[in-house]
Structure formats: C-alpha cells, structure tokens
C-alpha cells in the first residue's frame, strides 16, 4: 500500500511562505484527487486544497489566494505553496486522498507555525 511522508513544515512570521512536499512510496497516478489536510491543535482535520490528476485544484475559502497545490505524478510528491501565511494556518499538514473510497494510512504530516 502506498506510504506518504510530509515534509517542509516549519517556524515562519506572518507574511511568510513555505512549500510543502509530500512524497509516496508507489505511483500516484492512478489516484485521481490528491489533497492537502490540516489539523491545528483542539479541531477536526480539515481539507485545504485538491487537486485531480488531470489538473483541476480547488481550495477552501480560508487559503484560496494564497495558497497553491500542484502534483508531479512522475516523482509521486504533491506539492503545496503557501503564501501569506497567517497564525491561522499554524497546524499539522498532511497529504492524503480525496474522495469516498478511503484514506490511504495517514503519514506523520508536517507542522507549521506561524508567528504574529
């Protein structure tokens, strides 16, 4: 089953950016969505950005703007840019599926922070 790894997290000031990576163990081209969830301290997991694999992203309205989902099904990694970075946005990233037929298991995410 395919694995995924978070990566590019970290301690930034408002305004900032940071990109985040997320690497598989096998292809994801066969999956159609990908997407980027967060989970900040105390709230549910939320979904912030898709993207299919034909190219269509779509963000929630919280991040559309400022940040951008992109995939290389050739290197297996989704990526997602953030921009403007807000004390909002400080939580644990993950990658993972979108859609109904189930998550894949859950990587370690990435956690970010961002400072006022």
């Known amino acids: 089953q395919v694995q995924l790894v978070e990566s590019g997290g970290g301690l930034v000031q408002t305004g900032g950016s940071l990109r985040l990576s997320c690497v598989a163990s096998?292809?994801?081209?066969?999956?159609?969505?990908m997407g980027w969830y967060r989970q900040a301290p105390g709230k549910q997991r939320e979904l912030v950005a898709l993207?299919?694999?034909?190219?269509?992203?779509n963000y929630a309205d919280s991040v559309k703007g400022r940040f951008t989902i992109s995939r290389d099904n050739a290197k297996n990694t989704v990526y997602l840019q953030m921009n403007s970075l807000k004390p909002e946005d400080t939580a644990v990233y993950y990658c993972?599926?979108?859609?109904?037929?189930?998550?894949?298991?859950w990587g370690q995410g990435t956690q970010v922070t961002v400072s006022s």
């Open positions: 993972n599926v979108v859609g109904s037929s189930g998550y894949l298991p």
């Open positions: 993207i299919r694999s034909g190219g269509y992203t």
């Open positions: 096998g292809s994801i081209f066969s999956l159609n969505y």
